[in-house]
């Protein structure tokens, strides 16, 4: 999961809830779309303040970033118990929904992390029309590592018996002074091991704890879930005349990065690997990880649909 530096959004950003058919989502909205807008989808765990230190690189670059709770994230409303609501097809029309909703001047670019490229592949595959690109960050061709889906296990084990905050008081009791000073959890969580939640030196450790006292337990066990059983759907993806981007850290122990190479070539993706990052490039190495999309961004003007990815550019 994402921890990122802080949970106070840029100077300029709107904090707002986005209508649309299928409920209202809380976002942040920076910016004006004079190149495009961008719709930004967190992680497992994660939240729209994941892309926080991405916000403003974008908005100097001429975009419109809205990041986005989905439903059962944070500041987003979801059931508590029913997991029917969180059936990735349901995700990923609510990401439809979403972007048309932003009411944007053409397509928009879309970008999940992780589990939220899983459900930004599953919106393009229903109907690539609202989009304009698809980028992928640190998010693999199918299911999680094998070490990954014991983590999601135990986390799900954990909600079947107790509530959430009786599982984060647990996971503070795992933790290790070690743990704390390099990011590294006892428990479980998405990515780099830490438990899902936990600080590691960066952000706001009460903001952390409302963020995931905020989830939906339905929301975790389902999403869980889909990243234990995810087929790989990526020759039926590289079939979308969409630009495409699959972007990740120099080390990621939720999907491996050759796994993440190989995607990238079966895509006709370009493909950046950001040095120094692990599996969230976004809060880990946010100037570079802008750079790299804009530059993706910026390229893809006069190729949508035409059926060149700007591949490896």
Not at 155 to 179: F, K
Not at 213 to 237: F, I, K, M, N, Y
Not at 240 to 247: A, Q
Request: aromatic share 4%; proline share 8%.
């Amino acid at each position: 999961m994402s921890r990122p530096s802080t949970f106070a959004p840029p100077p300029g950003t709107r904090s707002h809830f986005l209508a649309t058919p299928r409920g209202p989502f809380a976002v942040l909205d920076a910016g004006t779309a004079t190149h495009g807008t961008v719709l930004l989808l967190p992680g497992f765990t994660g939240s729209k303040e994941d892309f926080i230190d991405l916000l403003p690189r974008l908005t100097a670059a001429g975009y419109r970033a809205v990041a986005v709770d989905g439903r059962g994230q944070y500041g987003t409303p979801g059931p508590k118990d029913d997991e029917a609501p969180y059936a990735q097809e349901e995700l990923a029309r609510d990401v439809l929904a979403q972007a048309v909703a932003l009411d944007a001047e053409g397509p928009v670019h879309l970008l999940g992390h992780s589990l939220g490229g899983q459900i930004a592949r599953a919106a393009v595959l229903l109907d690539p029309a609202p989009f304009r690109s698809l980028t992928l960050m640190s998010s693999g061709p199918a299911q999680v590592s094998a070490s990954q889906q014991q983590r999601v296990k135990l986390l799900s084990d954990a909600l079947a018996v107790m509530d959430m905050a009786q599982v984060w008081n647990a996971i503070q009791l795992m933790e290790t002074p070690a743990d704390t000073e390099t990011g590294t959890g006892a428990a479980t969580g998405e990515g780099t091991g830490t438990a899902p939640g936990v600080d590691s030196g960066l952000g706001d450790r009460d903001d952390l704890r409302r963020r995931w006292l905020a989830g939906s337990p339905a929301q975790l066990r389902a999403t869980g879930r889909q990243l234990c059983v995810e087929p790989d759907r990526v020759a039926e993806l590289a079939a979308v005349p969409l630009p495409k981007h699959v972007v990740s850290g120099d080390h990621d122990d939720a999907w491996p990065v050759p796994l993440l190479d190989e995607m990238a070539v079966r895509l006709g993706a370009r493909r950046t690997v950001v040095a120094g990052a692990d599996h969230s490039p976004n809060t880990d190495r946010p100037l570079e990880t802008a750079r790299a999309l804009v530059d993706f961004w910026d390229g893809t003007d006069g190729t949508f649909r035409d059926g060149t990815n700007g591949a490896n550019g």
